[in-house]
């Protein structure tokens, strides 16, 4: 195979290895991805709901080509060299835990921070051309890159098991790509290669934290200045059948033939919009691949095609040669290219076995004249989009526009030509800002080189002029380019209520359509049906979701899910740091909705029986409360139902003590959180009772609740938790060891034993509160979604509310449901309601062979911890989160993401071998252990329904609250819960 038009020839050893048994042979240095499909095995993981997924991308973001080597699971076939005697399987959806690993953990954590003046992230053109002209500087400069050699994935080298003679590259863009590599070196750049970016921290306005995994080691790199060249991902193509093995990107594709010289077994079909599918059609056939076709969406026989290609020549002729020599090698291999189609359904049975094509159509719809090809391979090439994740967590301000030619807009940065942004030493080079192509890329990592470099003081001596004039150049060049590949074609055009949107979770656009109704953003959508919550985090399927769900309106970097770490799974026996702990709660400002509207009084006001603000749990619980007693009732709701706590919770049900709520660190003593208890017993049964009700498995499990001991000073201090529990009902028992690991068998040896409490469970709040809203919606209650409240009156007998939107409500009663923004409710209606907003963190990873099946916390330190349905493990415990700069995201901690894995992996050493998949954060409410409830005193009508413990409580607060208004009594007494207990009291 000589894909490259030069001699290249074998350098490594020829090693083996076995693949479900089956014994191949690979050259020392290839990857395991191009072993496989070179040898015809292309599938690699077990998808969530069945069926083999396999190589997608070829760089590492996807996860398709999960393996497990050598029993270590998790292991990406893309990024991992062959080596002699591997032992490889297939990946299992639910990766597996060894209880009694021969060794705790392969990951290690250091607590050495690196410094460096400038940080370039990612040896793409843009971070190659960026790190030597700061280089150039005499700035300190560290480049890092995921890969095992520099070149992204325009540059791609050859791998170290292939040489060329006397070192020359085999084509002349490798050849580009070797040279600047070696001027970098000489330059004495610090390259890092095999190195993982896994998180990015900007915790104060002047600091950046960058968390990277390297050899198996976490550590963090504290740069003053840091240039994002991270690239871009092909943009999905969502059609029936593209999860099929054999289906990759045109980039994934060309990655196995460049670098590693192998394709997988044709036919092989090119499909896409743009001039990089004619550049692997072509490389493929010099490579003796046999290319059933190429699909181009585009009209490139069309005047304005042609035009536009006599542009583009203009600027960058040596470009639009090479362009004609592909055209010219696949026509004289008599390699056909449908002009004006694009692919319809790809078809098979475990793998591709034919592709549909159909016609674009003039409006970018499908056209009913249909081929229907066979092949085992495809390509897809529709486009690229920036890997915009680290920008956005350090808080670049991003917009949308469009993707070259296409109909489509992508999530671009907003950034100044030498690549600076919103977020001071924050430089943004190449395409992980916008599509611009290689040589705009070198130009801006030129320019943002030298930018980053003067903001740590240095001195740019480097004429930046032609630099300039070359950006100007190519824009030009790109514009024109891609005009003449103008496609009309609308980016779902394929798509069927059946075809899989979320590779990583199996969700289908079907499942998208049904969750739309009542979720009109992508993070509620997340939320209710898991789309984007898999290993690639949603690289693959928010595009498509977002357009799924698109409205007229323009959209923002807000309709996304706000951005989290870790922005790739990593290993929780990397990040585990002991930390210390309890220190209070972090309190903080509740974010307000943005803007003020007058009231409009041309719209007649909305009038109700009962107006509750807030659609969390509670307001939801309430509200069906009231509704299935024929109250006619209203909710608010400034985001969308269970947007906030209620939806961003880790679904424990808790009947005993958490270890912070007794004893010394307890609020009020611990008496407020004591006197809960018999609530939370009373609601976790009515939990039971609603499970069997609404019209979803809202994964109620009554599990019980173990929180363990390590000493005997901790076991004397649940001894006395007990006994406090047990005096209020609650049947919480002190076992011994020999108990504990019968229910846990994978608990830490330092555990001597625990208090366990059956009545505990767990719950998916992604489940639960929608499930409420339905059967709230369908008892009669009517939710109004964005309408943040503004005013507050009474008149005329009645409140009277106005919201953002300027529209009116009219309600005999109110009821303030509106968790950490009760107190702000409070405020407008005249009263204090001592609420506080106080973020927290939660932790999941990726899914797991049964390891816990019990709610499990500590008697002193802090973790919640519990096992979903589908084999994620929930890590929580009142560890505090903050708000992003400048967007004021809820966002963990560096610090207690670090802590709370540390307690979770001391606790359950099994979990060491997990990655995690996402953090998260949510406002939580900070009162003094108790929640508020009951009518107000001295405001007749105004009826508080709050607590910290909203998840838990939320079916027994709706429904004393819709007693107090129908039945005007409880049979609770109140009197602990009732605003009135903190008169005379400090409650700032």
């Known amino acids: 195979m000589d894909a490259l038009g030069r001699k290249v020839v074998k350098k490594a050893p020829e090693v083996t290895f076995t693949f479900e048994g089956e014994q191949l ?69 639910k990766s597996p835990l060894a209880y009694e690993p021969a060794e705790p953990t392969s990951f290690k954590t250091s607590h050495e921070r690196v410094t460096t003046d400038v940080l370039v992230i990612g040896a793409g053109p843009a971070g190659l051309q960026a790190a030597l002209s700061a280089r150039q500087t005499s700035a300190d400069v560290l480049l890092i890159d995921e890969r095992a050699s520099l070149g992204g994935q325009y540059f791609k080298q050859l791998s170290s098991a292939y040489t060329t003679g006397k070192g020359i590259a085999p084509d002349k863009q490798m050849q580009a790509g070797r040279s600047l590599i070696e001027t970098l070196v000489k330059a004495d750049v610090k390259p890092w290669h095999n190195t993982l970016v896994w998180g990015a921290f900007r915790e104060h306005p002047d600091q950046i934290k960058i968390g990277v995994e390297r050899e198996g080691v976490a550590m963090i790199i504290e740069p003053r200045a840091v240039v994002i060249a991270t690239g871009a991902t092909e943009r999905p193509y969502p059609v029936p059948g593209w999860t099929l093995p054999g289906v990759m990107t045109t980039g994934g594709l060309q990655t196995l033939l460049r670098s590693y010289r192998t394709a997988p077994p044709g036919p092989v079909l090119i499909a896409g919009n ?19 076709g190429v699909v181009e969406s585009a009209s490139l026989t069309s005047l304005t095609a042609l035009a536009q290609t006599g542009q583009a020549t203009r600027h ?21 290219i449908f002009d004006g189609y694009t692919v319809a359904a790809i078809e098979g049975d475990g793998g591709v076995e034919s592709v549909v094509i159909a016609p674009v159509t003039s409006t970018g719809e499908l056209g009913e004249s249909t081929r229907r090809l066979q092949v085992k391979a495809i390509g897809l090439g529709y486009g690229f989009q920036p890997q915009a ?58 320019l943002a080189g030298a930018a980053a470099a003067k903001h740590c003081g240095y001195k740019v001596s480097a004429d930046l002029a032609s630099w300039h004039a070359q950006q100007r150049k190519h824009r030009r060049f790109q514009k024109a380019l891609w005009s003449a590949f103008a496609s009309p074609l609308k980016p779902l055009a394929g798509l069927t209520d059946e075809t899989v949107v979320c590779r990583c979770e199996g ?8 969750g739309r109704e009542a979720c009109s953003d992508v993070a509620s959508i997340k939320r209710q049906t898991r789309a984007g919550m898999g290993r690639c985090q949603g690289r693959y399927c928010a595009a498509t979701v977002s357009l799924l769900i698109a409205s007229d309106r323009q959209g923002s970097q807000f309709d996304l899910p706000a951005p989290q770490n870790p922005i790739k799974p990593v290993a929780i026996g990397a990040l585990a740091i002991e930390k210390g702990e309890w220190a209070g709660h972090r309190r903080v400002e509740t974010p307000s909705a943005s803007g003020h509207h007058e009231i409009d009084t041309s719209q007649p006001a909305i009038e109700v029986d009962v107006l509750v603000i807030g659609a969390g749990v509670a307001g939801s619980s309430t509200a069906m409360s009231l509704a299935r007693q024929g109250v006619e ?64 498995d809202i994964e109620f499990k009554r599990s019980g609740g173990l929180m363990v001991a ?92 106005g919201t953002q939107s300027g529209r009116i409500y009219r309600a005999s009663r109110v009821v303030n449901a509106a968790g950490a923004w009760a107190g702000d409710i409070g405020k407008l209606a005249g009263i204090n309601v001592p609420v506080h907003a106080a973020p927290l963190q939660m932790i999941v990873t990726e899914a797991a062979e049964p390891v816990v099946d019990v709610l499990l916390a500590h008697a002193d330190r802090h973790l919640t911890l519990k096992q979903a349905a589908n084999g994620n493990v929930i890590i929580g415990g009142g560890w505090p989160a903050g708000l ?44 003094d252990g108790a929640p508020i409830l009951g009518e107000a005193p001295q405001l007749p009508g105004f009826y508080n329904a709050v607590t910290s413990n909203g998840f838990t409580l939320g079916p027994l607060v709706g429904q004393i609250t819709a007693d107090l208004i129908t039945r005007g009594k409880s049979d609770w007494n109140l009197a602990p819960f009732s605003l009135e207990r903190f008169e005379g009291k400090n409650i700032s």
Not at 507 to 514: H, L, N
């Open 25 to 93: 042979s690979a050259l020392e240095g290839q990857s395991l991805a191009s072993a496989l499909v070179g040898t015809g095995h292309l599938s690699q993981r077990e998808g969530r709901l069945g069926g083999k997924h396999g190589h997608y991308c070829g760089m590492g973001a996807c996860f398709e080509c999960l393996v497990n080597v050598d029993g270590r699971h998790g292991v990406r076939a893309c990024m991992t060299p062959v080596q002699q005697g591997l032992v490889v399987k297939h990946h299992p959806y």
């Open 274 to 292: 743009g001039p990089l599918n004619l550049q692997v059609a072509a490389e493929l056939v010099s490579a003796g691949v046999e290319v059933a």
């Open 316 to 336: 960058a002729p040596a470009l639009i040669g090479a362009g004609l020599g592909y055209l010219l090698t696949l026509k004289r291999a008599r390699v056909p």
């Open 389 to 446: 994740e680290i920008g956005r967590l350090l808080g670049v301000e991003h917009f949308y526009a469009p993707a070259m030619a296409s109909v489509t807009k992508v999530l671009s940065a907003d950034r100044a030509e030498d690549g600076s942004c919103n977020v001071p030493g924050v430089f943004i080079a190449g395409e992980a800002g916008g599509f611009g192509g290689a040589q705009l890329a070198l130009a801006q990592g030129a």
């Open 507 to 514: 969700i289908t656009a079907g499942d998208i359509f049904a």
């Open 633 to 696: 009732v209203a909710v608010l709701d400034r985001g969308l139902p269970n947007g906030e706590a209620s939806g961003g919770n880790a679904g424990s049900l808790h009947v005993q003590l958490l270890s912070f709520d007794f004893g010394t660190k307890a609020e009020g003593g611990g008496g407020p959180a004591a006197s809960t208890l018999p609530l939370q017993q009373a609601s976790a049964s009515l939990w039971e009772t609603l499970a069997g009700e609404l019209d979803e």
């Open 710 to 801: 390590e000493n005997e000073t901790q076991l004397r201090f649940l001894e006395r938790k007990a006994a406090l529990e047990r005096s209020l009902g609650i049947d919480t028992r002190i076992i011994e060891r020999a108990d504990v690991e019968r229910k846990l068998p994978a608990i830490s040896e330092a555990v001597i034993g625990g208090a366990w409490c059956a009545e505990e469970g767990k719950i998916n709040p992604l489940l639960a509160t929608p499930a409420l809203v339905r059967a709230a919606t369908l008892a009669g209650a009517h939710f109004y979604t964005g309408e943040a409240v503004q005013t507050i009156e009474r008149a005329n007998g009645k409140w009277q509310i």
């Open 884 to 927: 992003s700069i400048p967007f004021g995201y809820q966002r963990p901690l560096l610090d207690s993401i670090e802590g709370n894995l540390w307690v979770a992996r001391h606790v359950l050493p099994a979990l060491g071998q997990l990655r995690v998949l996402r953090s998260w954060a949510a406002i939580n409410i900070n009162i």
